[in-house]
């Protein structure tokens, strides 16, 4: 039986407009808004949620995850078996839900089996955006080898596994194909040195021109996109030329790469938190010198970043980055953000931007007839206090997704 939905008496919240609006009804029927307008005529049935002054607003989209990374031992994830990969994944997924992130884009390790599984209502959790796994270059980013593990790519086909080394040309176009025959909704590369991995600094620029060429193409022909792995300004600029849509981090950019991404078409995801959580935990975790002094090298250059790209109207999208226990400083990205972004900024980033970018326009990240009923109900008004999307949904009254409720204190 399809159950119905009247939300009443609460402001309603356009994310592209910034704006609140009182006196508008928003009607849920099944996994539609069906009808958004005032003195909307419910069907008999339908149950009334009486909002209270409330901000009725859409669900978010964290567009840089990793819900395979359940822990930050990615040796482990790889090695465990798939059924415990996926049920630790759910939990990762179920958590995200909870903090109010009904869309979740996957950057490496989620498989078309989780998106099925949301979909089909096996597992209560966002809806998944994936890109397979992430393409590297033997010794890149996702090359979890140390140098003296001379162990061809193993463990690279399971769930667990964020990444597929992946070194030529014929071999890279071949596993663009096999990652779009499997469900992805876009390539991902690894076009940069990373924080995380052992083997290449920061400043390592990684696939050659003809190999990223090779991905832009196939993920075309598929009518796709390739997201690339960016720190340095000098890899932001290639891969922009080279036709990369989605520039990930971004954080050592400069304001003529960041006006050429614009005029480009491309978007960006910072992923401020992910350093600031390591910066916090790093030495709890036993990390080196040079692993802080990576950290240090990004961080630094975040808050710039986001000066840099809005100033060149670059679009950004929300994104965390957060492995394992680092999970739990989810939120505080929005009060990263909001040392540089007003909230309009930022929620446009955790909505209609972050729709964009996961081609889900119209579907998630507006409140609007025939769109996805993905609502926050918001103790507030987010559009003055950001903070109200922190604390782990604990300012959320209510929390639906696809028109079912993950949460629900008003009734």
Known sequence: MTSSYLFTGGRVLDANEGALYDGLDVLVTGDRIVAVGNSVVA??????????????????????????????DLWSNMTAPSSLAALRSARVMNEALL????????????????????????IA????????????????????????????????????????????VDNVRAACRTMIKEGANFIKVMANG?????NDPIHSIQYSRDEILAMVEEADNAGL????????????GRCVELGVHSLEHC??????TARAAAAKGCIAVPTLVAYDALAIEGEALGLGAAEFAKIETVRSGGLRSLEIMRDAGLPMAFGSDLLGQLRKYHCMEFELLAKVLTPPEIIRSATTI???????????????????ADLLVVDGDPLSDISLLQGDGAHMSAIMTRGQFAKNRLN
Do not use: K, Q, W
């Open 125 to 168: 959790g966002p809806r998944l955006v994936i890109c397979g796994r992430g393409l590297t270059t033997t010794g890149g980013h996702a090359d979890l080898r140390t140098r003296t593990d001379d162990r061809p790519g193993i463990f690279s086909d399971r769930l667990g596994s964020m990444g597929l080394i992946v070194d030529g």
């Open 225 to 236: 996109y390739v997201s690339a792995h960016v720190y340095t300004d000098r890899a932001i």
């Open 354 to 372: 972050g729709a964009l970018l996961c081609r889900l326009e119209g579907e998630a990240g507006v409140i609007a007839t025939g769109a996805s």
């Open 43 to 72: 069907p008999s049935d339908t149950v009334e949620i009486a909002l209270g002054g409330r901000t009725l607003m859409p669900g978010l989209i964290d567009c840089h995850v990793h819900v395979v990374a359940e822990t930050l």
């Open 251 to 256: 954080n050592l950019i400069e304001p003529e």
């Open 194 to 198: 990373g924080v995380s991995s052992p």
């Open 99 to 122: 903090r109010g992130f009904t869309t979740l884009r996957d950057l490496g390790g989620a498989d078309y089996g989780l998106v099925r599984a949301v979909n089909e209502g096996v």
